[in-house]
């Protein structure tokens, strides 16, 4: 079974704080995904990476940065965080080709405060 | 304007009956359309996928269709179970370069299934 881990389930930070949410898979997947969930709003895409040191935007990249340094760990970064920030962040990996569904991790919750 | 849009409202429905959700789009010309199963407080679960040349997909009690000229994706579960209340989303998977997906998410239907 593939295995997508997130470092915390629940985060406090305080506003101009820097964050730092960590991203492990276990099933050997190049394409990896940071989204953020917000009711009414919906999954959103920050930024994704299909390879080791590859990224690329996605929808709602300002105000985050990403590091890819290892295949299996994809970590999203919030530099400075703020109030606007405190979402549902949910890390996925998937496989190019047919077989390319996504499978996501539990989610953080993070409350900047 | 490009819009991906489920039903908004809750759909609630009797145990054993057939449960049907609505996908719609605007200005997308998805590959592949994915739907996924959430549960509350956890990450989504992926159902089923299908592509822009299939007109139907099962699994088990779900199906899937898929009309790129409608611009619309029915998602169906038959003999529904109280089991299968959670939140349904779809997603358009629109091809990058190397074969690689990016998804757009619709905000997703909640279903509930009483006994």
């Known amino acids: 079974d593939v295995k997508v881990t997130q470092s915390s389930r629940y985060l406090v930070k305080r506003t101009g704080e820097k964050v730092f949410l960590e991203c492990v898979q276990d099933m050997d997947h190049e394409n990896m ?18 390879d080791v040191k590859m ?16 295949k299996e760990r994809f ?30 991790g539990p989610g953080t919750r993070l409350t900047v405060t | 304007s490009q819009k991906i849009e489920q ?3 809750a759909l609630n429905i009797q145990e054993g009956k057939t449960a049907t959700l609505t996908c719609n789009y605007t200005n997308y010309s998805p590959a ?16 089923l996928l299908i592509r822009e040349n299939e007109k139907e997909k099962r699994k088990e009690r779900l199906k899937v269709t898929f009309d790129t000229t409608l611009k619309q994706s029915l998602f169906h579960i038959t003999a529904s179970q109280p089991a299968d209340s959670a939140t349904y989303l779809c997603a358009l998977d629109l091809q990058l370069s190397g074969n690689t997906g990016k998804l757009i998410f619709g905000q997703g239907t909640t279903l509930q299934v009483k006994p």
């Not at chain 1, 995904?33 to 990476?49: A, E, H, M, T």
């Not at chain 1, 990224?55 to 340094?69: A, L």
């Not at chain 2, 359309?33 to 990450?43: N, V």
């Open chain 1, 33 to 50: 995904f940071w989204y953020r969930q917000d009711p009414g709003l919906g999954l959103r895409l920050i930024y994704f990476s299909y």
């Open chain 1, 55 to 70: 990224k690329e935007k996605g929808d709602i990249p300002e105000g985050y940065s990403v590091s890819r340094e290892k």
């Open chain 1, 75 to 104: 970590s999203l970064i919030l530099e400075s965080a703020s109030t606007n920030q405190t979402s549902m962040y949910l890390c996925a990996s998937s496989t190019p080709g047919r077989e390319r569904e996504q499978y996501f």
């Open chain 2, 7 to 9: 039903n908004s409202e």
């Open chain 2, 32 to 47: 592949y359309l994915q739907w996924y199963r959430q549960d509350p407080g956890r990450g989504p679960v992926f159902l």
